[in-house]
Structure formats: structure tokens, C-alpha cells
């Protein structure tokens, strides 16, 4: 098989994989992915509604990915719920 052999951590199917708890520089690319997502969302031209379904959509489908398959500290959820 043709696989290139990388060290821990590394990242699968977008999440970062380790064999020892993740670090904050670990997750600190997810949070500031989701912090840069905020403010297209403040646009006045879209509806009050409509950036509320943007918000509770997109933003819960996120993390929730990356909590199906790690178990990420609590300082990350309250990161998030922030």
C-alpha cells in the first residue's frame, strides 16, 4: 500500500487525532474556525430569523462533529457556548 506515515497528531477525516489528551493549540484551529464564521452573519441584509437558523444550524453541526469522535475538554465547550 502506498500510505504516507505521519506522527501523532495527525489529522482523519478532518479531525485532529492524538494518542494523548488534545492541547488547546490542537483545538484552537476549530475555534477560530467557528469564530470566523460570526461575523458574515451580522450582515444587515440578511433577515433577524434567517441568521438565527444560520446560527443554531451551523454552528451546532460543528462542534458536534468534533465531539462525536474526541472527548474535548470543557474549557472548549464554554469556548463555544461563549
Known amino acids: 500500500m502506498e500510505c504516507a506515515l505521519q506522527d501523532f497528531p495527525c489529522r482523519y477525516l478532518g479531525l485532529p487525532l492524538s494518542l494523548r489528551q488534545l492541547t488547546r493549540n490542537d ?29 443554531k444550524v451551523i454552528l451546532t453541526t460543528l462542534p458536534i462533529h468534533l465531539l462525536i469522535a474526541l472527548d474535548v475538554p470543557q474549557w472548549f465547550i464554554d469556548t463555544v457556548d461563549k
Request: cysteine-free; aromatic content about 6%.
Open 27 to 55: 483545538l484552537q484551529p476549530y475555534l477560530d474556525k467557528i469564530a470566523d464564521m460570526l461575523p458574515g452573519w451580522k450582515a444587515s441584509l440578511m433577515a433577524r430569523s434567517g441568521r438565527l437558523i444560520l446560527v
